[in-house]
């Protein structure tokens, strides 16, 4: 089956400091969501991008498919920002696959 | 509704007891997905639907593990004779149309087996 790798597995920030997270797959996408994932469990939407790059505030998320990988950048990291990020994809050729996650990474941002 | 429902949040229950998940996905989307996360982990995909029917069951992880989506709407993941390794936060989302459709999660309910 499809691989999703993320790296890197923890990060440790400042505040004000920026970061990119990678999403590494193994075949071609349909569908790649990034998550953030709160202290509570929630899983919160970051950006539907199976390609381009999209941005939202201080984020912003590039994907090049043909490539099979995907970017997430924070920039001027608050402590809210902690949690873990989670990469998700739906592969291409199988329709009836739902999303596959990557194991996350982990950002803890301190003042 | 405006985003995906899940009860009971939290649900403890003795080993070898039947348990029942709901998920209320929002309204009119068509799919609908459960998945499982264990401490640590991503979440694991379980079953996926698309309309009434199971489009995706191979996640499954054996026959005590079963969910149905009568009406189309909400959707309930029914796990009998639990175990004490069934002990996870299973998750349910919803998107507007299949895989290649943006999905939303609910809150998850946290199921520990005593």
């Known amino acids: 089956g499809i691989q999703v790798e993320q790296s890197p597995p923890d990060l440790i920030l400042q505040e004000g400091a920026n970061s990119t997270l990678r999403c590494n797959f193994s075949?071609?996408?349909?569908?790649l969501q990034w998550f953030h994932q709160n202290p509570w469990g929630q899983l919160i939407n970051l950006f539907y991008?199976?390609?381009g790059t999209k941005q939202n505030g201080r984020l912003s998320a590039t994907t090049v498919a043909t490539e099979r990988y995907s970017l997430l950048y924070i920039s001027s990291s608050q402590t809210t920002d902690s949690g873990v990020y989670f990469c998700?994809?739906?592969?291409?050729?199988?329709?009836?696959?739902?999303?596959?996650f990557g194991k996350g990474t982990t950002l803890s941002v301190s003042s | 509704g405006a985003g995906v429902s899940q009860t009971p949040s939290n649900k403890v229950t003795e080993k070898g007891k039947y348990v029942e998940l709901r998920c209320d996905p929002i309204?009119?989307?068509?799919?609908l997905y459960w998945y499982r996360q264990s401490l640590g982990q991503g979440p694991e995909f379980l079953i996926y639907?698309?309309?009434?029917?199971?489009?995706?069951d191979s996640g499954l992880p054996n026959d005590r593990f079963f969910a149905v989506r009568p009406e189309g709407s909400v959707s309930t993941l029914k796990i009998q004779r639990t175990e004490r390794g069934d002990s996870a936060v299973y998750l349910c989302?919803?998107?507007?149309?299949?895989?290649?459709?943006?999905?939303?999660f609910g809150q998850g309910t946290r199921l520990t087996v005593v």
């Open positions: 989302a919803s998107s507007p149309g299949g895989v290649n459709t943006e999905a939303f």
């Open positions: 075949d071609s996408v349909n569908n």
């Open positions: 991008i199976p390609s």
């Open positions: 998700a994809v739906a592969l291409r050729n199988q329709a009836g696959t739902a999303l596959i």
């Open positions: 309204s009119g989307h068509t799919a």
């Open positions: 639907f698309q309309g009434t029917g199971a489009a995706d």
